[in-house]
């Protein structure tokens, strides 16, 4: 039987992408946040696909959304709690996780400190520039660029020394913020983290 795609109606929330994994059943629901609306992120972005994709081959069934077009991170943790109800009322007897990217990446962190009760926050190009840290006892998986021009990796790992445990960060050598060149091992590194994460919990 194909995996279940559908474009669910969630109330206050636009356009939405749920998939299910391929093959087996969904063990972990996966709720996904793309880059910053008013710099064109979408929850079609290619980091964004490659993030759902890897989620997806370890078990997970996915939700993107697109946010509303807003500069304020507010309004984008709203817009994420709301998919995020509707996401574990479809799937109230599984774990959830929460991941991002770049914008979506400080989204679901402050949602995910602010609400304890994912099994581990995934995020990939967390920018450094934009405003102050969360800091919560969640497990915490950061994906990072070598070259990112939005968290300079010295600036990321003083950044990084203020999480609390536990935390993980991986680099991925690539040539900007996009993960430019590496796409692949970025979905590589995904899987291999997520699958990690929930051996260990």
């Not at 109606?9 to 946040?33: K, S, Y």
């Not at 600036?155 to 590496?182: L, N, S």
Request: with cysteine; glycine share 10%; proline share 7%.
């Amino acid at each position: 039987m194909a995996r279940r795609i559908e474009s669910p109606e969630i109330p206050g929330i636009g356009e939405t992408l749920l998939e299910e994994p391929d093959p087996g059943p969904p063990m972990l629901a996966a709720l996904v946040c793309h880059p910053h609306p008013l710099f064109g992120g979408t929850m079609h972005n290619k980091v964004v696909y490659r993030m759902a994709r890897g989620l997806r081959q370890t078990g997970a069934v996915v939700l993107r959304f697109n946010f509303r077009k807003t500069g304020d991170i507010s309004e984008g943790v709203e817009d994420a709690a709301a998919s995020l109800a509707w996401l574990r009322a479809r799937y109230p007897d599984l774990p959830y996780a929460l991941a991002g990217f770049s914008f979506g990446a400080r989204v679901i962190t402050r949602l995910g400190c602010e609400n304890p009760g994912a099994r581990f926050l995934l995020t990939a190009g967390y920018p450094t520039r934009w405003g102050t840290q969360e800091s919560c006892p969640s497990a915490k998986i950061f994906i990072q660029s070598t070259n990112d021009q939005y968290a300079p990796r010295s600036e990321f790992e003083t950044m990084y020394a203020g999480f609390a445990e536990p935390k993980r960060v991986r680099w991925i050598e690539a040539r900007d913020h996009f993960f430019d060149g590496a796409l692949e091992a970025f979905e590589e590194a995904v899987g291999s983290e997520v699958g990690s994460a929930v051996n260990r919990a």
